[in-house]
């Protein structure tokens, strides 16, 4: 059974950065994908930025484009979420997910198998 876990979450200022990591164990040759996502209060949750196992392929949605970078070290079975220039509207609870059945980077939530239990990241002056 694969299983996720997030650290690196915080409280930070505007303008201020965070780095995220997603650490996978337990069955990692089966994921393909992973990808951060978050969500805010009372808010649905939304995908953030996908990357893909065996290319390193890309994707990244448009409101954190040129601000956030993922990257992924497959020897630690890690993927790391680098955030830059952090707004308020940033916040929220940020988790990781690992997709088992896609090739390609997505940030559908529907394409994900295995969830990780989310690090809160807090942008406040």
């Known amino acids: 059974q694969l299983q996720l876990v997030e650290s690196g979450g915080g409280l930070v200022q505007p303008g201020g950065s965070l780095r995220l990591s997603c650490a996978a164990s337990g069955g990692t040759f089966h994921y393909n994908v992973i990808s951060w996502f978050r969500q805010a209060p009372g808010k649905e949750r939304e995908g953030v930025s996908s990357i893909s196992r065996r290319s390193g392929g890309t994707i990244y949605a448009d409101s954190v484009k040129g601000r956030f970078t993922i990257s992924r070290d497959n020897a630690k079975n890690t993927v790391y979420l680098q955030l830059n220039s952090l707004r308020p509207e940033d916040t929220g609870v940020y988790y990781c997910?690992?997709?088992?059945?896609?090739?390609?980077?997505?940030?559908?939530?529907?394409?994900?198998?295995?969830w990780g239990q989310g690090t809160q990241v807090t942008v406040s002056s």
């Open positions: 997910a690992a997709s088992v059945r896609d090739y390609y980077p997505s940030l559908r939530t529907e394409a994900y198998d295995y």
